[in-house]
């Protein structure tokens, strides 16, 4: 019986390259979200994500909301404060969501008055970097 050399560099050339593949799958995966309710299940295109996020950011915290409510919302979801106040008075908090492939974050931008409600809410989510 005569073995080829295809058969015995083949097979298991084969068989390395799909055990590489399964490694390479289970390291490049997402990492699964936080447990927060401000992005639970977005849509998976970020320009439809960025829309779903802030639509939900805005109807939970209207202009007007005690700016210790969004807060303390933010802090139960995660989020960590990113800035601490400018010369406008301009308040940041960010939930990072980065994978070893790419950077996401939710961001969360706003400002308030001198009684402490917000007077401005912008947000952005979505990817800030990929290899």
């Known amino acids: 019986m005569k073995i080829s050399w295809t058969a015995v560099i083949g097979i298991p050339a084969v068989?390395?390259?799909?055990?590489?593949?399964?490694?390479?799958?289970?390291?490049?995966?997402?990492?699964?979200?936080?447990?927060?309710?401000?992005?639970?299940?977005l849509p998976a295109r970020y320009k439809d994500?960025?829309?779903?996020?802030?639509?939900?950011?805005?109807a939970r915290f209207p202009l007007g909301s005690p700016e210790a409510d969004l807060v303390a919302e933010l802090r139960r979801q995660?989020?960590?404060?990113?800035?601490?106040?400018?010369?406008?008075?301009?308040?940041?908090?960010?939930?990072r969501l980065d994978t070893w492939v790419c950077n996401q974050a939710a961001r969360?931008?706003?400002?308030?008055?001198?009684?402490?409600?917000?007077?401005?809410?912008?947000?952005?989510?979505?990817e800030e970097g990929c290899l």
């Open 15 to 41: 068989a390395l390259l799909s055990s590489m593949l399964t490694v390479g799958a289970m390291v490049l995966r997402d990492k699964p979200r936080p447990d927060a309710a401000l992005i639970a299940d």
């Open 49 to 58: 994500a960025d829309a779903a996020f802030r639509q939900r950011v805005q």
């Open 78 to 95: 995660r989020f960590q404060p990113a800035t601490f106040g400018s010369a406008e008075g301009r308040y940041q908090a960010v939930l």
């Open 108 to 126: 969360i931008w706003w400002t308030v008055d001198e009684a402490g409600h917000l007077t401005s809410l912008d947000t952005r989510y979505g």
